[in-house]
């Protein structure tokens, strides 16, 4: 059993920064993929990013170059570093755990997820 804990969201102008923070509980933490993922208001779930348990990242097209993703395997933590920052951006943030990061990056699902925190990005 993993436990997700999202923090760090919040309201932020357009062309900021914000970095996310994932806790995790549970001790095979360092065996899973983990990802962030979005939901605008209206508009389906959508994969943002995702790292490896061997740290291999990957990323959406609309936030390649702008976001990075990292983890730190001692903490139980991952992390969202997210720059210039787009009104489009705007949205709730999951985070999620996965066995499988392919599963996750192509079929959106993960084993564990967070309740989400809001990232809201003004014009």
């Known amino acids: 059993q993993v436990q997700l804990v999202e923090s760090g969201g919040g309201l932020v102008q357009a062309g900021g920064s914000l970095r996310l923070s994932c806790a995790a509980s549970?001790?095979?933490?360092?065996?899973?993929?983990m990802g962030w993922f979005r939901q605008a208001p209206g508009k389906e779930r959508e994969f943002v990013t995702a790292?490896?348990?061997?740290?291999?990242?990957y990323y959406a097209d609309s936030v390649k170059g702008r976001f990075t993703i990292s983890r730190d395997n001692a903490k139980n933590a991952v992390y969202l570093q997210m720059n210039s920052l787009k009104p489009e951006d705007t949205a709730v943030y999951y985070c999620?755990?996965?066995?499988?990061?392919?599963?996750?990056?192509?079929?959106?699902?993960?084993?564990?997820w967070g309740k989400g925190t809001q990232v809201t990005v003004s014009s």
């Open positions: 999620a755990a996965s066995t499988s990061i392919e599963t996750m990056r192509q079929e959106l699902r993960g084993d564990y």
């Open positions: 549970g001790r095979t933490f360092s065996s899973y993929a």
């Open positions: 790292i490896s348990w061997r740290s291999i990242t």
